[in-house]
C-alpha cells in the first residue's frame, strides 16, 4: 500500500520528530519568537497552527538540538476548538459586570489546564523522573491546588493529595473539576429564568493564570529565567465576551514574562478589552498576516519556492526522488501551443505591440488568448487544463494547504488508475501526476468551494443578522462572487489592453452592508484584502482579490495579472443583488474602470 505524501496532519497529532521532518521554515521572518503579544492572523490552512505547534518545548528542542532547559523561551500550546468555551448561557449576562467576572475565570481555568497539559504533552521524556516530580509537587501545590482549595467541600487540600502520583495530572485534574463545576452553573442557568448568582471562588489572571506560568521558568528542568509563551490556536473561536477578556490580558503588557501569542482565522471578534478600551498595534502587540502572500515579501518567487521544497521534501520521504516541476507536468500540447502564441506576439511587437517589450506582451496576452480561443463558438473553455506545478501554486492562492489537500487527491486518483492497469503483481511506483487528473482535481475542488461550501455556509447560518453572517448575507456574497467571476470571464475574453484582472479597488467608500459583505468574504477565503494607491493617487484604498481556486469555475488565468478593476459602490451594490445584471452593465461600459498596473506585487513572476 502506497502511502499518500501529501496527506495533512493536524499539528496537535504530530509528534515533534514527525513535525520536524515535514516542516520546511517560512520564507518571511513574522518575529513572533520575540518576546511581546503577537496576533498572527490568517485563513484556514495558512500555517499558523503549525507554526505556532513548533513553539513548544519538544520541537524547539529537537530544532536547536538541546535540553529543554536551555531553551530560549518555554511555548506552552494551547488550541481553542469551537465547541470549548463558546458557551450560549454567556449571552445572558454578558452585559453584567459579574459576566466579565465569570468569563475570565472559566477562561483562566481553561488555560491554565490547556497549558500544564502541553507542558506534560511536548517535554517528551524530559520530565518523566523523580527528581521533577518531587520539584513540581510543592510549586503546584501552592500555584494550584492552594488557590483552588475552597472552591468545594471535596477539593483536597495540597498536603492530602497522593504523594506518589503525578503532580502534572493531579494539577489538572483538579483544574478540570473546577471547570466542571463552572459549566455545570452556566446550564443550570438556562433552566430558569431568574439570574442565580456563582457561589464558588473565582480566579483572574492576575492572581491565578499570570503567576501560574511566569513562575514556570523559575524551576530547574525548564528555562530558568526565560519568558513564558502561551501559544492560544484559533482564538476567534472565543466569544465576544471571551474575546474581552483576553485583550484585558493583552492591555497589561506582561511580554517580558508572559507572551500570548494569538493565532485567528480572521474572524476575531473585536479588540475592545473589559473596560471598552481598545488595544492597539503596535502599543499593546505585533500583529502579522500570513494569508496575505500576494501582497507579502512572499509574492515575488518565495511562496512557489517555499510550496516546492514542502513537495520535494514530503516525496522523499516517501522515496519519491522527482522534482516537483516533473511530479506535477504541464500539459505538453497546450503549454507548446501557448509558446507558439508567445513567439507570435513578440514577433508583431514592433508593430502592433501594447506593452513596453515584446516579453511584456508575450506574458500578458499569450495564455489569456490560447483561453480565448478555447471558448468561441465551440463553447469548449472548459478544455483549457489547469495543470502544472506552477499553475497549481497560482492556484493555490498563498495558502499550502489547499495545495496539498488538492495534491493528496491527484496521488490518491493516480494510484487508483495506474492501479487499475497494472498487473497487481509488482508494486506502484508513481512518478508524476498526469495532466488530467490534476485539471480534473482543481475543477473539482472549485465547484466544491462555490456550491457545496457557499451552500453549506446559508444552510447552517441563522435566519436572522449575527456577527457570523446570516443566510442573506451569504446569498448576497454568492452573488457577488458570481458577479466578479463573470466579470473578470468578460475582461479575458475582451481585446482591451489589459485582460488579467481578478481584483477590484474601491473608487468611494461603499455603505455598511457592502463592507460587511466584502469583509465575510475575506473571513470564508473567497476574496483577500490588500490596500493600493487610490484611483488620483492621493490616497490609499482597498482592494479585494478573487481567490484563484475559482479559476477553473469562470475559466480564468490564475498565473497571474497585471490590472485590477476600480469599481464605485453602484457597482457593488448591484452584483450584491443581480450579478447577471451587473454582468450586462459591465460589458455596457457603465460600470467599472480597469487600470493598468504593471508594478503590482500581486504577482509570483
Not at 499539528?11 to 515535514?22: C, G, I, Q
Not at 501559544?231 to 476567534?236: C, E, F, I
Amino acid at each position: 500500500m502506497n502511502s499518500n505524501p501529501f496527506t495533512v496532519s493536524s499539528p496537535e497529532m504530530m509528534d515533534a520528530a514527525e513535525m520536524r521532518r515535514l516542516y520546511v521554515p517560512l520564507a518571511e521572518n513574522f518575529e513572533i519568537e520575540d518576546q511581546g503579544h503577537v496576533f498572527v492572523h490568517g485563513h484556514r490552512g495558512c500555517g499558523k497552527s503549525m507554526m505556532l505547534r513548533l513553539l513548544a518545548p519538544d520541537c524547539k528542542a529537537l530544532e536547536l538540538g538541546c535540553k529543554i532547559a536551555d531553551l530560549p523561551y518555554l511555548g506552552l500550546y494551547a488550541s481553542i476548538k469551537s465547541t470549548d468555551l463558546d458557551i450560549a448561557e454567556f449571552e445572558r449576562i454578558k452585559n453584567q459586570f459579574a459576566g466579565t467576572v465569570l468569563a475570565e475565570h472559566s477562561l483562566c481555568l481553561f488555560l491554565a489546564s490547556k497549558v500544564l497539559q502541553s507542558l506534560k504533552e511536548h517535554t517528551g521524556a524530559e520530565l518523566d523522573n523523580d527528581a521533577v516530580r518531587q520539584e513540581l509537587r510543592p510549586f503546584l501545590d501552592k500555584m494550584v491546588l492552594s488557590r483552588l482549595a475552597g472552591l468545594d467541600a471535596n477539593t483536597s487540600a495540597p498536603s492530602e493529595a497522593a504523594p506518589n502520583g503525578d503532580p502534572l495530572l493531579q494539577a489538572i485534574e483538579a483544574i478540570d473539576a473546577r471547570y466542571s463545576e463552572f459549566m455545570d452553573y452556566m446550564r443550570q442557568l438556562s433552566l430558569t429564568e431568574e439570574y442565580v448568582p456563582f457561589r464558588g471562588r473565582v480566579v483572574g489572571y492576575r492572581e491565578f493564570l499570570f503567576p501560574l506560568c511566569a513562575n514556570l521558568t523559575s524551576l530547574s528542568f525548564l528555562p530558568r529565567g526565560k519568558p513564558v509563551y502561551v501559544l492560544l490556536d484559533d482564538s476567534d473561536n472565543l466569544n465576544s465576551i471571551q474575546t474581552q477578556v483576553l485583550n484585558t490580558w493583552v492591555s497589561y503588557r506582561t511580554g517580558a514574562k508572559v507572551s500570548l501569542k494569538i493565532s485567528t482565522q480572521l474572524g476575531y471578534k473585536h479588540y475592545r478589552t473589559s473596560a471598552n478600551q481598545r488595544i492597539e498595534s503596535p502599543h499593546d502587540f505585533k500583529e502579522v498576516d500570513i494569508s496575505t502572500i500576494y501582497t507579502g515579501g512572499l509574492a515575488k518567487g518565495k511562496f512557489p519556492a517555499w510550496v516546492e521544497a514542502i513537495v520535494t521534501k514530503r516525496l522523499a520521504e516517501n522515496g519519491i526522488n522527482v522534482p516537483a516541476k516533473d511530479f506535477f507536468p504541464v500539459a505538453k500540447v497546450q503549454e507548446e501551443a501557448i509558446e507558439k502564441l508567445k513567439e507570435e506576439l513578440k514577433a508583431k511587437w514592433a508593430l502592433e505591440g501594447r506593452g513596453f517589450s515584446p516579453g511584456d506582451d508575450a506574458t500578458r496576452y499569450a495564455r489569456p488568448d490560447y483561453i480565448k480561443s478555447l471558448g468561441g463558438t465551440s463553447k469548449q473553455g472548459s478544455s483549457y487544463l489547469y495543470a502544472g506545478f506552477d499553475q497549481l501554486v497560482h492556484i493555490s492562492s498563498g495558502i499550502i494547504r489547499f495545495f496539498l489537500d488538492d495534491a493528496a487527491s491527484m496521488y490518491a486518483e493516480e494510484i487508483k488508475i495506474s492501479h487499475a492497469k497494472s498487473d497487481g503483481l509488482s508494486p506502484l511506483k508513481i512518478q508524476s501526476i498526469r495532466p488530467a487528473i490534476q485539471d480534473q482535481v482543481v475543477r473539482d475542488s472549485a465547484d466544491a468551494l462555490m456550491i457545496d461550501n457557499l451552500d453549506k455556509l446559508v444552510d447552517e447560518a441563522d435566519d436572522v443578522f449575527s456577527e457570523l453572517g446570516s443566510k442573506d448575507d451569504f446569498k448576497q456574497l454568492r452573488n457577488l462572487i458570481q458577479a466578479l467571476g463573470g466579470v473578470f470571464q468578460k475582461i479575458l475574453m475582451s481585446d482591451r489592453s489589459e485582460r488579467r484582472v481578478l481584483s477590484i479597488a474601491l473608487s468611494d467608500t461603499p455603505p455598511d452592508e457592502v463592507m460587511r459583505i466584502l469583509k465575510l468574504g475575506v473571513r470564508h477565503g473567497f476574496l483577500y484584502e490588500a490596500m493600493i494607491g487610490s484611483k488620483d493617487g492621493r490616497s490609499r484604498t482597498r482592494r479585494y482579490v478573487l481567490t484563484r481556486r475559482l479559476a477553473p469555475m469562470f475559466k480564468l488565468d490564475p498565473t497571474g495579472f497585471a490590472g485590477y478593476l476600480f469599481v464605485q459602490s453602484a457597482f457593488l451594490q448591484s452584483a450584491l443583488v443581480n450579478p447577471a445584471r451587473t454582468v450586462r452593465d459591465f460589458e455596457q461600459s457603465r460600470l467599472g474602470t480597469i487600470i493598468d498596473d504593471s508594478q503590482t506585487t500581486l504577482e509570483f513572476e
